[in-house]
């Protein structure tokens, strides 16, 4: 039987017999789910040394601070970007696929579950829908494990056609690499691109929200230096809601950038 393009989306590597899923993403979705195996409970540990995710032991939950959010949003919940936590892709796929799982599963049953019965799961109809969104969550986890105390920022979507999705880099990265389509680009492209993009960026919120989309960018602006920019005149509101006065992140970002020569080098406050 001729080979047919493989069935995972941006592959386009030949199949081999019959089968629906490529030798290279099958064998790269096998690592995966490998990984995740070994190290699930590694990710948990990082979460919350003493409670897990559910406080159960003895003294209640404690708040996720800022290094430990990204491995909850992770593991349970639905990105700023809209990618599922690691528990919903478990969740979801497992049910496709006829494993099913119990609703009180923890992450390491339902994940050694799958790693159990991976084998006849080539050529499911669902499993070509799911490599690539296990592959970048597998990502994500092997990135926070590597380096749990460098903190992220945003870099705007991906360059490449049809991809589009969100790329983040550590503070000191000089390139990023995409999970999905897997090119590789330099971080100050990227960020020439975003300067152009948040300079037109028509957003409204408060002061508050605004500090703290820039900060995702990796730009730090302080409360009291805004508040000056506004009270000056520089910045001025464009609306209010509920009483508060909205401002434009365009407006904010553009003065921020003449503080500078290169917006970027502005620091980023570790742990903030």
């Not at 941006?10 to 899923?21: A, E, F, K, L, Y």
């Not at 969550?137 to 920022?153: F, I, N």
């Not at 880099?169 to 971080?187: F, H, I, L, M, P």
Request: charged share 25%; aromatic share 6%.
């Amino acid at each position: 039987m001729a080979s047919t393009v493989c069935s995972v989306s941006h592959c386009i590597h030949p199949t081999s017999g019959d089968h629906i899923v490529c030798d290279y993403c099958w064998t790269s979705f096998n690592d995966d789910i490998k990984w995740l195996t070994r190290h699930v409970a590694d990710l948990e540990y990082r979460l919350n040394k003493a409670y897990g995710k559910t406080g159960q032991g003895g003294g209640g939950t404690v708040s996720t601070d800022p290094m430990r959010q990204p491995i909850h949003t992770l593991l349970y919940e639905v990105d700023e970007h809209g990618n599922d936590g690691l528990e919903i892709l478990l969740h979801v796929y497992l049910q496709s696929t006829n494993l099913g799982y119990r609703w009180d599963d923890p992450l390491d049953v339902m994940i050694q579950r799958l790693n159990r019965h991976i084998s006849g799961l080539r050529d499911h109809e669902a499993t070509p829908a799911y490599i690539p969104q296990f592959h970048a969550a597998t990502g994500r986890a092997r990135r926070l494990l590597d380096s749990p105390d460098e903190e992220k920022v945003l870099l705007g979507p991906c360059p490449a056609p049809s991809c589009d999705h969100q790329l983040s880099a550590g503070v000191s990265a000089t390139e990023v690499r995409c999970d999905y389509c897997r090119n590789t680009w330099t971080v100050n492209y990227l960020r020439n691109r975003q300067h152009d993009r948040l300079l037109s960026d028509n957003t409204t919120a408060t002061q508050t929200q605004l500090l703290e989309l820039l900060a995702l960018q990796g730009i730090v602006v302080k409360p009291g230096t805004l508040r000056k920019w506004v009270c000056e005149g520089d910045i001025k509101p464009v609306d209010i809601k509920d009483g508060h006065k909205l401002y434009r992140l365009g407006d904010v970002y553009g003065r921020s950038a003449r503080m500078v020569n290169n917006v970027w080098d502005m620091p980023k406050v570790q742990g903030k």
